[in-house]
């Protein structure tokens, strides 16, 4: 059975950081493709951070580069996203993502989210 488990959310100052954990379990953590989404209410969903399986190549969207950092740790099965210089509108509930492509099919899995809330 799949699962990602996220842990870490909750509620933090602006300027103030927070890091995020996603531990997988039920299927080739190293294989997959891992990633970070978060969606603010009212919003569609958007990538955050992607790490790759193989190097780690990391990718991150504009809004969050130099202040966020993925990183993944095979032996652990886990998949962090350190945020710094949180800002409010980073607020959002955080999803991670695993996926990987073989023989042509998409595998997609996620997780039940994670609350980040960032207010003064």
């Known amino acids: 059975q799949v699962q990602l488990v996220e842990s870490g959310g909750g509620l933090v100052q602006p300027g103030g950081s927070l890091r995020l954990a996603c531990a997988a379990s039920g299927f080739t953590f190293s294989s997959h493709a891992m990633s970070w989404y978060r969606q603010a209410p009212g919003k569609e969903r958007e990538l955050v951070a992607a790490i790759g399986s193989g190097v780690g190549s990391t990718n991150y969207a504009d809004s969050v580069k130099g202040r966020f950092t993925i990183s993944r740790d095979n032996a652990k099965n886990t998949v962090y996203l350190q945020m710094n210089s949180l800002k409010p509108e980073d607020t959002a509930v955080y999803y991670c993502?695993?996926?990987?492509?073989?023989?042509?099919?998409?595998?997609?899995?996620w997780g039940q989210g994670t609350q980040v809330t960032v207010s003064s």
């Open positions: 993502n695993a996926a990987r492509t073989i023989g042509g099919i998409r595998y997609n899995y």
